[in-house]
């Protein structure tokens, strides 16, 4: 028999699912009866890989739902779904249009299948969002505050500020009580934190949008962060390659890291010492060392090992 793509256009209310090449189509409820009816009907049938959109919230319950099922997930980056259908020459737009297309770009493409997140991933996931939505309504607080004239705009401005610096330590501390439950995630946690520069917050940060870590080459590493240059080059020209893709939060997240690193750890300082002494920028120079320093988290984590200094 032939294998199977499926491909499920996701969205607040519904579930397009195409089934290539049978061509069937249907549509379902985008909650637990709508899942359940989806596995029964695609029961006994020799499924390749179901390749979704990651759309937010929409499609996790969906994902956390299909993994528990057994089925073979891929989870795709709108932005190369779209591209695809643009190849196509698809200009129309329309749930069930694409739920084909992205049934056609995981049988064409063929995309990794990867593991649905536990619950306890996907809990993290949801806390250091809110916590990220809470360091900016802070920095907006802060930035409105230094404008402000009125005494009671002023007064409010304080209370909010003070808000949200209870919300933000109730949130770290439960994202460290559910790490510390779980034996892989805290031995996670000590590796991580025992990198110079990767402070424990920015270990919640790998931990709850980069479960993937010592799983992946070195190559695969610095993509899915972000810190993997693209080299752009055409003929005879060759232009200045840069840091693009990836998953934003990581690579923000390794910044303040590389910094640290750069300054007091002796390895790294070097790197950047060499690198900025041969005219590369210090960004450039600091990319690389957050580049270095996800590939490092990543080895130490498959080794299940902390980090510890070179022996002179």
Not at 111 to 121: G, L, N, Q, Y
Not at 164 to 169: F, S, Y
Not at 245 to 259: D, E, F, K, S, T
Not at 267 to 278: I, K, P
Request: aromatic residues 4%; charged residues 25%; contains cysteine.
């Amino acid at each position: 028999m032939t294998d199977l793509t499926i491909g499920i256009d996701v969205s607040k209310d519904t579930l397009d699912v195409h089934i290539h090449p049978a061509g069937e189509h249907r549509q379902f409820p985008n909650t637990p009866t709508g899942f359940r009816t989806i596995v029964r009907w695609i029961a006994d049938r020799p499924v390749a890989r179901l390749v979704f959109e990651a759309t937010g919230p929409y499609h996790r319950a969906f994902e956390r739902a299909m993994g528990e099922a057994g089925l073979p997930l891929c989870k795709v980056n709108p932005r190369q779904a779209k591209r695809f259908g643009e190849a196509l020459g698809q200009l129309a737009k329309t749930d069930r249009m694409d739920a084909g297309m992205l049934a056609r770009f995981g049988a064409l493409l063929e995309p990794d299948v990867r593991p649905a997140p536990s619950k306890i991933i996907s809990d993290l996931k949801d806390l250091h969002v809110a916590r990220t939505a809470l360091i900016k309504d802070r920095t907006a607080a802060k930035n409105r505050e230094k404008s402000l004239q009125s005494l009671l705009l002023k007064r409010q401005s304080r209370e909010r500020l003070a808000q949200i610096a209870r919300h933000l330590e109730a949130i770290e501390d439960r994202m460290l009580t559910i790490i510390e439950s779980d034996q892989d995630l805290a031995r996670r946690l000590a590796i991580l934190a025992s990198i110079p520069g990767v402070a424990t917050r920015s270990a919640f940060t790998l931990i709850a949008d980069m479960p993937e870590l010592g799983t992946l080459d070195s190559q695969a590493t610095a993509a899915l962060s972000g810190a993997a240059p693209m080299t752009r080059q055409s003929g005879k020209r060759t232009g200045k390659a840069f840091v693009t893709g990836g998953r934003v939060n990581v690579r923000q997240a390794l910044y303040m890291p590389a910094l640290v690193a750069a300054r007091f750890n002796p390895d790294f300082a070097a790197m950047y010492q060499a690198m900025t002494a041969r005219g590369k920028p210090p960004k450039v120079a600091l990319t690389a060392i957050m580049r270095k320093l996800i590939i490092l988290a990543n080895a130490l984590i498959k080794a299940d090992r902390k980090w510890e200094p070179r022996v002179a």
